[in-house]
């Protein structure tokens, strides 16, 4: 199973940007983002593959959200700019050894403990 260590998220304006970095363990693996609001069904944000070549956006962070990875240091990032309110959730990085389905969590085999984004009004 792949450790994964999320960091980068905080309190912000609306319109203001954060980065969010997984840490992991040093497998071939796909990796997602996904955010769960408390009472809410985790939703996906972006994946992508193990060599950087296909990404995937859900349709509401699409243009404002970026997903990277360095494999030479075993980190992905989210880039997430133009922040709004109703971007506030915690968010999980994910490892998926399927490289499939990308978009959906039961593909992923293993996640992070979370990191809180809060975007005020």
């Known amino acids: 199973q792949v450790q994964l260590v999320e960091s980068g998220g905080g309190l912000v304006q609306t319109g203001g940007s954060l980065r969010l970095s997984c840490a992991t363990s040093?497998?071939?693996?796909?990796m997602g983002w996904f955010r769960q609001l408390l009472g809410k069904e985790r939703e996906f944000v972006a994946a992508?593959?193990?060599?950087?070549?296909?990404?995937v956006y859900a349709d509401s962070v699409k243009g404002r959200f970026t997903i990277s990875r360095d494999n030479t240091k075993n980190t992905g990032y989210l880039q997430m700019n133009n922040l709004k309110p109703e971007d506030t959730a915690v968010y999980y990085c994910?490892?998926?050894?399927?490289?499939?389905?990308?978009?959906?969590?039961?593909?992923?085999?293993?996640w992070g403990q979370g990191t809180r984004v809060t975007v005020s009004s």
């Open positions: 994910a490892a998926s050894s399927r490289g499939l389905g990308l978009t959906v969590g039961a593909q992923y085999d293993s």
């Open positions: 040093p497998r071939t693996y796909a």
């Open positions: 992508i593959t193990w060599s950087g070549g296909i990404t």
